[in-house]
């Protein structure tokens, strides 16, 4: 074997690895199929010196022995006497794309949430890295050595104007970038460069991205006792060199980030690196700044990345020449070379879950993760679940608490308003009596107002008043939402769009009906009650371009904008002096959800709506209305209880067996035809059952039922449930069944362990 060059090493074999006999070299490799176990091939005389564990192989697979992509994951002996073993083909790499923590990491991530190995490492590794994008030149963009002069004589048109506004600030751009930076199309810039203010130019590809670009530099905050305190006790667990989880429960507003700030910064002293996991890129433009600006080198992972920009900050990563990596859930598997911490913030957030294959929770990788490397992780929330409440409270992981905000600022005094006798909103309205003179106060005493509704669109209901159906979507089970800007009813789920229907399609009468307020009709009553006031919308229709979000809470800061209104994405992070209200239109959308974790995610957002306000000497209150003021998640998110809520509903989950009081898998099947979904989801649970009876009696099988959408585009779901008190007791009953299994023809599964929807 040659010892490991490149950038990884393969420090030891993993013992999933066979001792074998001194025979022949061989190789494990897994595919991206859904097939178990690694598969053995002979290292021909020409890849012995070439080929280590982490690199892509092409192999014979199958009775076709057609070549196949999969990884080496193991490189050993065999003898040859036992069967004829097939040659590696080709090896694809010239340095590993994984190193042994990765591929331990991977592995077991393939165990943990039923998946195979192979899909797991091609979801793992970017596309861009995997094709090694990167090296190619691309045409860019800059302004010509004479445009300043040219443009004194030529009239630009605006979106011209745009284009030269963009490249004055940054340069050279690639075509793609400026023109959505601009909001233009290609035309504009060709016209430029036909008058010679703009030039082509070939540039590495990687030249363009800005992701590894430095923010202004700002110094550090004056940390107050109780963050020092928290701090302590991190940097003891970061001076361990051992591995340690820590949940952070603090307040909104207790100063979470500059904690986190602190540590990174110690961590970042021993020449190590840290990864911190937000909820999503883009809504959390004020923490990227805030850890841009405090570190020489932060690498952001955005959705929107080339796939050349992906590989070379990928490549930059691995050289360790990235201090601090910041990105939603995938940047878990960052290939640092000396990881000294993993931070977790908002690790409430259900977007840590992965929704399709490997569906993987990055709190879970990163626990596993760290515990391997041997560093702690740092996991922080004002509200945090139930799992790892509980873990904390049963001290398998360690508790810091920060119960104040900053500055001893309090925590705004939030009203519960029973909306069930309100005459405002037995009109139509959806802002009440007490909310409507809260917002004129406000606005009168010259502060913001943030409000919060969780359903976009116009309408969320376009529903027939003869028949008493809703108009529904033909491929998805789902009621159309209107939209009026547009003139369309769309389904939220496929993006299907009509025109306004004219008659139902149940009756064929005219009736046709909207019903319900999103966030556009709430933005016009709003406009239509505060006539002077400056009102912006954000959801996700309103914010299509990446980088509106920036721009549109850039505007909300400088106070160009008194009331912002908006769905989730303006219920986290966000932290404006001048808001002094904060109203939640309506609760009750989110506790009459299907779902076991109703009461804790209506718990969560409104605290953390509730969290936007109070965060300075001005003060701040919150407005919540509702029909079901008795809800234990409304009343305990008014008293601002956490510890309250969660034994309260620890207690409920408790007497129903439910998580974290036991472990669910779920197991979705669909397909086109609903007899057959139906009957195959019915056969597996049977199975399942007659298993669980002879071999776990905790465990319990429920369903196989309709999964809440029955149909989505234009397939029908049916799903069931397994429970039992452990991930390995529920794995074993599954496995059982699966290995006898054979799904029919147009039966598609999918396997989500601990899913944290049920739709
Ligand atoms: P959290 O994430 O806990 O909600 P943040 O980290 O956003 O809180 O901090 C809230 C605000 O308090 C921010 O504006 C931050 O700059 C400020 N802040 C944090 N720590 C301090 C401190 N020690 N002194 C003064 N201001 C602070
Ligand atoms: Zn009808
Ligand atoms: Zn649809």
């Known amino acids: 074997m040659p010892a490991s060059q490149g950038l990884f090493e393969f420090a030891e074999m993993p013992d999933w690895e066979r001792a074998a006999s001194e025979d022949v070299p061989t190789a494990q490799v897994v595919f991206n199929l859904p097939l178990e176990r690694p598969y053995t091939y002979l290292i021909p005389e020409e890849f012995r010196e070439l080929l280590q564990p982490g690199m892509r192989v092409r192999a014979p697979l199958g009775r076709g022995n057609r070549d196949v992509t999969g990884y080496c994951v193991a490189i050993g002996q065999s003898e ?21 923590v990765m591929l331990d990491l991977t592995k077991w991530i393939s165990e943990r949430y039923l998946s195979s190995w192979g899909q797991v490492l091609d979801s793992v590794v970017p596309a861009g890295v995997r094709r090694k994008s990167g090296t190619r030149m691309i045409r860019a963009w800059q302004l010509a050595a004479d445009s300043e002069r040219l443009m004194e004589v030529l009239r630009l048109t605006k979106k011209q104007q745009a284009v030269v506004d963009v490249l004055r600030k940054q340069q050279p751009l690639d075509g793609a970038r400026l023109c959505e930076l601009a909001d233009c199309g290609p035309g504009p810039v060709k016209t430029l460069q036909k008058k010679g203010i703009v030039e082509a130019l070939q540039v590495r590809s990687e030249l363009t991205g800005e992701e590894l670009s430095q923010g202004e530099q700002t110094s550090d905050l004056q940390l107050n006792s109780q963050q020092q305190q928290t701090l302590n006790q991190i940097l003891e667990a970061v001076r361990s060199g051992s591995h340690r989880t820590m949940l952070l429960h603090g307040v909104t507003g207790s100063g979470k980030t500059e904690v986190y700030i602190r540590a990174i910064r110690e961590v970042v002293s021993y020449g190590q690196q840290a990864i911190v996991l937000v909820p999503e890129i883009s809504l959390t433009p004020q923490t990227i700044r805030r850890f841009r600006s405090r570190f020489r080198s932060v690498a952001v992972l955005h959705s929107h990345m080339s796939d050349a920009e992906r590989h070379w900050q990928w490549q930059q990563i691995a050289r360790g020449e990235v201090e601090v990596i910041v990105g939603a859930r995938s940047a878990v598997f960052a290939p640092t070379p000396a990881l000294g911490l993993i931070v977790i913030d908002e690790e409430h957030e259900p977007t840590f879950k992965q929704e399709n294959m ?19 992780l740092l996991l922080g929330s004002a509200t945090p679940t139930l799992e790892s409440w ?14 104040d905000r900053v500055a001893k600022l309090p925590l705004p005094p939030v009203v519960v308003v029973d909306t069930r006798n309100d005459p405002r909103i037995a009109r139509g309205a959806s802002i009440g009596r007490a909310l409507f003179t809260s917002i004129g106060t406000a606005l009168k005493e010259k502060g913001q107002v943030i409000l919060f509704l969780n359903l976009r669109g116009y309408s969320p209901t376009v529903w027939c008043r003869s028949c008493g159906e809703g108009v529904k979507c033909p491929n998805c089970d789902i009621t159309l939402t209107w939209h009026r800007d547009r003139q369309e009813a769309v389904c939220h789920s496929c993006d299907y769009a ?11 009468s005219a009736a046709v009906r909207y019903f319900g307020t999103g966030t556009q009709k709430l933005e016009d009553e709003v406009c239509g009650l505060y006539k002077d006031a400056r009102v912006l919308r954000m959801d996700s229709d309103s914010m299509k371009k990446p980088g509106s979000h920036d721009t549109a809470l850039d505007s909300f800061r400088r106070g160009e904008v008194d009331i912002l209104l908006g769905t989730q994405m303006i219920a986290k992070g966000l932290d404006f002096p001048n808001v002094t209200l904060v109203g939640v239109i309506d609760a009750d959308s989110m506790l009459n959800q299907p779902d076991m974790r109703a009461s804790e995610r209506t718990f969560q957002l409104i605290a953390q709506v509730a969290g936007r306000t109070g965060r300075s000497s001005r003060g ?4 919540v209305q ?3 003021p008795e809800a234990a998640s409304v009343k305990f998110a008014a008293k601002h209880d956490f510890q309250g809520f969660a034994s309260y509903e620890l207690a409920q989950r408790k007497d129903a067996g439910a998580p974290p009081f036991s472990c669910v898998t779920r197991l979705i099947f669909r397909g086109p035809n609903e007899t057959q979904v139906c009957q195959t989801a019915r056969e597996v649970a049977s199975q399942l059952r007659e298993r669980a009876d002879t071999s776990d009696k905790d465990a319990r099988v429920l369903g196989a039922a309709p999964a809440p959408i029955t149909r989505l585009r234009n397939l029908f779901r049916y799903h069931l449930m397994v429970s039992a008190p452990t991930v390995e007791r529920v794995r074993d009953l599954w496995q059982y069944v699966e290995n006898r299994l054979t799904l029919p023809d147009g039966v598609e599964m999918a396997v989500d362990v601990d899913p944290v929807n049920s739709r």
């Open 620 to 623: 701040g209150r919150v407005l």
């Open 80 to 100: 040859t006497t036992a069967r004829r073993l097939k040659p590696i083909r080709e090896v694809m790499d010239t340095e590993p794309l994984l190193n042994s």
């Open 626 to 628: 509702t029909t079901s």
């Open 498 to 508: 009509i025109p306004a229907p004219e008659k139902c399609p149940t009756c064929e």
């Open 390 to 403: 509980i873990r904390a409270a049963r001290r398998e992981d360690q508790l810091l608490s920060m119960p």
């Open 358 to 376: 490997p569906r993987y929770h990055a709190r879970e990788v990163a626990r596993y993760r760290c515990r391997q490397e041997e560093v702690p």
